[in-house]
């Protein structure tokens, strides 16, 4: 039997622990580095401001209490004089301004989508996972470590209305309409690209894919007619893992 939606309505604390959840989950799978790449995810209520990791904390620090409040500038707007890392929210803030619709933004330099980023074919249909993100993954170009204005519209534009990006030589990126649905887009990701690259090595660069017809379809199967969004089914699970193995993510 399926699972009913989660429910819409999100408060600020809703956020701050499902936020501080998926950093936690994310440094438990190795997907941090060091100190560096972000999760932010857009206050209910408070147009233009944002949740962000307070600089200089790993991953595995992060606590809902502790994300720091941020307006698309990546300017502190909390009155605590936390640090954050502008440059970082760089690419964070022009998301949130051109997809007012989504929630949350992640960006990793995580290993395998960090690799996957170097092929010039990107992701191949080759399995269920990567099904589920057949033409909803744009590319966007490496042009160096600024990010100004008029990349960040290249980026946007380039994003569109899909679900993430690869960024060639640099990483990936996800967005989700809630913290759950952005966090499992990355998994997805993240295990489509090791099984695919592992796959390649494996087989002299030769792997099997699947028609786009039957990658078209396998994704449209997943996404459904839209009213279970990725995350709904797995994030309590999720949660119960970081209370069980990351303690703290909630204060």
């Known amino acids: 039997m399926t699972p009913p939606p989660s429910p819409r309505a999100r408060t600020e604390a809703d956020v701050r622990i499902d936020l501080a959840a998926a950093y936690r989950l994310a440094a438990l799978a190795g997907w941090d580095d060091t100190i560096y790449t972000h999760l932010s995810a857009a206050v209910p209520g408070e147009t233009g401001v944002y949740l962000i990791n ?28 936390r640090r954050v890392n502008p440059s970082g929210f760089a690419i964070h803030g022009a998301i949130h301004a051109g997809r007012p619709d989504v929630e949350c933004v992640i960006h990793l330099h995580a290993p395998w989508g960090a690799a996957l980023a170097m092929l010039p074919g990107g992701l191949q249909p080759t399995t269920q996972w990567a099904m589920r993100l057949h033409g909803r993954l744009g590319r966007h170009a490496y042009e160096g470590l600024a990010l100004g204005p008029d990349e960040q519209q290249r980026l946007v534009a380039r994003l569109g209305t899909l679900d993430g990006l690869i960024l060639e030589n640099h990483g990936t990126l996800t ?77």
């Open 175 to 251: 967005v989700g309409r809630s913290v759950a649905e952005a966090h499992m887009l990355m998994h997805i990701l993240e295990r489509a690209a090791q099984a695919q690259l592992r796959a390649m090595s494996a087989g002299g660069g030769h792997v099997i894919a699947a028609s786009a017809e039957l990658a078209e379809l396998t994704c449209r199967q997943w996404i459904g007619d839209g009213t279970e969004w990725d995350g709904d089914a797995e994030w309590p699970a999720l949660l119960r893992r970081v209370d069980r193995l990351s303690p703290g993510f909630r204060d």
């Open 54 to 81: 307070e600089f200089g904390l790993g991953f595995d620090e992060v606590c809902a209490s502790g994300l720091v409040k941020v307006d698309l500038h990546g300017r502190v707007v909390d009155g605590t004089g």
